[in-house]
């Protein structure tokens, strides 16, 4: 099992950037696929970005393309979602997302460890 835990919300103009960090717990963070995922009220829950156990694939949200990043640092444990040209519509609660074995999926029924989450607001 492993436990997420995001790091790096916060207020930002549109236009600017924030750098999104999930530190996950154990020594198996290698062996997961990861995903970011984000509800904005009254939403349900979207696919952001996700990334391989590797790191070498990644796929994105049409939405993101060209604007976020997603990285991972297997040694650090811990995923990355650096977020630029920031818009209002990105606003929502950004969730890192687990699941075992190495493939990414853009469905978030196949992840079955979440992190508690963390708020980006961009402001216009």
């Known amino acids: 099992q492993v436990q997420l835990v995001e790091s790096g919300g916060g207020l930002v103009q549109a236009g600017g950037s924030l750098r999104l960090s999930c530190a996950a717990s154990?020594?198996?963070?290698?062996?997961?696929?990861m995903g970011w995922f984000r509800q904005a009220p009254g939403k349900e829950r979207e696919f952001v970005a996700t990334?391989?156990?590797?790191?070498?694939?990644?796929d994105y949200a049409d939405s993101v393309k060209g604007r976020f990043t997603i990285s991972r640092d297997n040694a650090k444990n811990t995923m990355y979602l650096q977020m630029n040209s920031l818009k209002p519509e990105d606003t929502a609660a950004y969730y890192c997302a687990a699941r075992t074995g190495g493939a990414p999926s853009v469905s978030s029924t196949l992840y079955p460890y979440w992190g508690q989450g963390t708020q980006v607001t961009v402001s216009s």
């Open positions: 154990g020594r198996t963070f290698s062996t997961y696929a």
């Open positions: 990334i391989s156990n590797s790191g070498r694939s990644t």
